[in-house]
């Protein structure tokens, strides 16, 4: 079976500082990885996604990520945040089967950028 | 392009009630898929539906819920009887069927059974 860890539930962080939300998971088969962002009283936006070939991601809004395979770690990054990337980003993972993404996401990480 | 939709954005019913969600996917995308989140957990997947076929139910909790997709076009998922757990937001995503297509979701609606 596969699971999602996202180890901080709140990450504050002063604006133009870096940030790093930590995302690990589990799982026996190769997995897609995606980290989500859910801006107040917004859906689910994709910031990034990792399917195959480099294992640094550069998605939306400034943000990376790197696949660790060793570490089962997707972790995101962003080297000088904003006050408008306060929000809840998830990470999930997915099987690559043939046209489904049936997402295990994680608990959410909620981004406080203080001014 | 227009968005996945979702009505309503909110929903505030009382134990016992009958509640039905409305999804409308993006035109074309086959694929339509159900999360919940329950304050302060994961979200979980409910069901995948492939046009009208429903592909996966693994993740629905108990028959009080039910989800239609006629005509492959918009979803509904009832929930009947609800029940204090049943609280939680209620997202849908829709797919390309093929490729590498990101899932786009919806706003989300809130339900706060009491």
């Known amino acids: 079976a596969q699971s999602v860890t996202q180890l901080d539930s709140q990450v504050p962080v002063f604006e133009e500082a870096p940030v790093e939300l930590r995302c690990n998971y589990s799982?026996?088969?190769?997995?897609?990885l995606f980290w989500y962002v859910q801006y107040p009283n917004q859906g689910l936006q994709l910031l990034l996604k990792y399917l195959s070939g480099s294992t640094l991601v550069k998605g939306i809004n400034g943000f990376e990520a790197e696949f660790n395979k060793s570490q089962t770690s997707f972790h995101l990054r962003k080297p000088s945040v904003h006050i408008s990337d306060t929000a809840e980003y998830f990470c999930?993972?997915?099987?690559?089967?043939?046209?489904?993404?049936?997402?295990?996401f994680g608990t959410g990480t909620r981004l406080k950028v203080l001014a | 392009e227009a968005g996945v939709t979702q009505f309503p954005s909110h929903s505030v019913i009382e134990k016992g009630q009958t509640v039905t969600l409305r999804c409308d996917p993006i035109s074309g995308h086959d694929n339509l898929y159900w999360y919940r989140r329950v304050m302060g957990k994961e979200i979980k997947f409910l069901l995948h539906f492939v046009k009208e076929s429903k592909q996966d139910e693994s993740g629905m909790p108990n028959n009080r819920f039910l989800a239609e997709r006629t005509g492959g076009t918009y979803s509904t998922l009832k929930v009947q009887p609800a029940e204090l757990e049943d609280s939680g937001v209620y997202f849908c995503?829709?797919?390309?069927?093929?490729?590498?297509?990101?899932?786009?979701f919806g706003q989300g609606t809130r339900l706060t059974v009491v």
């Open positions: 999930a993972v997915s099987q690559p089967t043939s046209g489904t993404y049936k997402y295990i």
């Open positions: 799982s026996s088969v190769s997995v897609y």
């Open positions: 995503a829709s797919s390309q069927a093929t490729g590498a297509a990101k899932a786009f």
